[in-house]
């Protein structure tokens, strides 16, 4: 049972139950709010009397919320199909750059199996070379083939 002090009204509800939504923002408005006695208004052997709260009473607490930061969309059109691209990815970012651009910079690495395999099984070893290659973007650093060993 909550005893409203303002009103002289008794709601009852449940614990599993909470006041209703008006019910809680009509005891937080702004204009029937009392303010709380200050201290500065008491003398030396004063001392300040508090309002009794009552036991099982429901307070209101007002925050504020804080603005959210949305992520910053950039919008980009690929230069080779025209397409619309939403991304989050700044326009200065590696990965970016290679689309605006049209295309990746790739650099080319065999590993040392294929580079042995081309040396001892010439002409055979060759095709195990080229197998055992990674291919990787200059620019971004994306990897385009990893190849069979990687």
Not at 27 to 47: G, R, V
Request: hydrophobic share 35%; with cysteine.
């Amino acid at each position: 049972m909550i005893i409203d002090p303002q009103s002289n009204m008794v709601i009852k509800h449940s614990a599993d139950n909470p006041p209703s939504y008006d019910y809680v923002a009509a005891q937080a408005s702004p204009n029937d709010q009392q303010q709380p006695p200050s201290m500065t208004d008491k003398t030396p052997n004063q001392q300040v009397q508090l309002p009794a709260i009552p036991h099982n009473t429901v307070m209101a607490v007002h925050t504020r919320t804080t603005p959210v930061m949305q992520p910053t969309v950039y919008h980009y059109q690929n230069p080779l199909t025209g397409e619309h691209i939403a991304s989050l990815l700044p326009p200065d970012h590696p990965e970016m750059i290679c689309l605006q651009q049209g295309g990746h910079v790739n650099e080319t690495k065999f590993g040392i199996l294929g580079i042995m395999a081309a040396i001892i099984w010439f002409p055979l070893g060759i095709g195990l070379c080229l197998l055992d290659r990674k291919v990787k973007c200059q620019r971004c650093g994306t990897v385009i083939d990893d190849g069979l060993c990687g």
